[in-house]
């Protein structure tokens, strides 16, 4: 930009003409970019942290890659020229604890309006100090998920069937409900309500040797490895229990069907074979249909009395199948 009035005064002399005009030296180094810079690093090193968190078997789930390509977000935007070159001053301010003045000096200019773009740097400043007072830094309440991926998917159906067993399990006796926690060995449903007078429990994710103390008939005699486990064991997804031992398994399976489940029939019987100690046997396959061919529910039995129910559900559903349900519950009265 031309300097006016140093040209306006040289009107009129003699030589060589010249044209002055006004420097302007633009400085990033200024507290408010030090503060985004800081911000920026410490987001890179978090995610850095909350990858070598997620296990090598899970590194290509959704919220592995989601942090991957937000920290080479993060990355591109340190590589800017107005980033780069202060780098070492918001890494000098992290490392020695005086980025909390620094964000201070930066909520200063910002409210006096020094800076452009104000909305944008208060909102990362008002970040960065609430980061540094270990304060929350989001509201709470619903928010999208910025990822998803279908790897939980088998997990929450069989969460949603749990949760309907136990609302028709109650609904029909009674009883007391239970947290469910991984890995804990206490039944999440209990009832003395029942037809026979008999106690009845719930368990999830529960070994059938240990919560029926049964030894599995089928055993490994040899192996390449030394520590393989002798015998095979087995965990339904459900288990039933009566007070005198009869149980009912039950699996639930996400995979959507055109027609009945027979591997996982077979998967019973698997179960019937392995843990036999109980004549007849009962067991029960929930699993996910949309087809109009698949019928609402099958029962399959055997001539000492045993019996298979196979029934169809979808959480989209309205009536949720109750027929399947019904058959359900008809065969908890008969067993427990």
Same mark, same amino acid.
């Given at each position: ?129 609430? =980061?540094?007072?270990? $304060?929350?830094?989001?509201? /709470? %309440?619903?928010? &999208?998920?910025?990822?998803? @991926? +279908? ?72 192996? =390449?490895?030394?520590? $393989?486990?002798?015998?095979? /064991? %087995?965990?339904? &997804?459900?288990?039933?229990? @009566? +007070? ?93």
């Amino acid at each position: 930009m031309l300097d006016l009035t140093r040209v306006s005064g040289g009107v009129g002399l003699v030589g060589e003409p010249e044209y002055p005009i006004v420097v302007v030296k633009r400085e990033h180094a200024v507290p408010e970019n030090i503060a985004v810079c800081a911000a920026l690093l410490i987001v890179h090193r978090e995610l850095d942290l909350a990858r070598e968190f997620i296990p090598k078997a899970r590194r290509g789930g959704p919220e592995y890659v989601a942090a991957v390509r937000l920290n080479e977000v993060v990355q591109r935007m340190l590589r800017q020229p107005w980033l780069a070159g202060i780098r070492d001053e918001a890494l000098n301010a992290i490392r020695r604890g005086s980025i909390e003045s620094v964000a201070d000096a930066a909520n200063g200019r910002v409210v006096a309006g020094h800076t452009t773009s104000p909305t944008a740097y208060k909102r990362v400043v008002d970040w960065l100090i609430a =980061s540094l007072e270990g $304060a929350p830094t989001e509201v /709470g %309440g619903e928010i &999208d998920w910025s990822y998803y @991926g +279908s790897d939980f998917d088998e997990t929450l159906f069989e969460l949603w069937c749990l949760e309907q067993i136990r609302e028709r399990m109650s609904a029909r006796y009674g009883g007391e409900r239970n947290e469910w926690i991984y890995g804990d060995p206490q039944p999440v449903f209990g009832s003395d309500d029942t037809p026979n007078g008999t106690r009845l429990s719930l368990y999830v994710q529960s070994g059938l040797r240990k919560t029926l103390n049964i030894e599995p008939r089928w055993r490994s005699v040899e192996s =390449s490895r030394k520590n $393989a486990k002798s015998r095979l /064991g %087995g965990v339904p &997804d459900y288990l039933v229990v @009566g +007070s005198e031992g009869q149980h009912v398994i039950l699996d639930a399976k996400l995979r959507d069907r055109s027609r009945r489940p027979t591997e996982e029939i077979y998967k019973l019987l698997g179960y019937f074979n392995n843990f036999a100690h109980q004549d007849p046997t009962f067991g029960v396959i929930l699993y996910y249909a949309k087809s109009p061919r698949v019928p609402a529910y099958e029962m399959f039995e055997t001539a000492e009395g045993g019996q298979i129910l196979a029934f169809s559900v979808d959480p989209e559903r309205p009536d949720g199948n109750e027929e399947g349900w019904t058959a359900l519950l008809n065969l908890l009265d008969r067993v427990c």
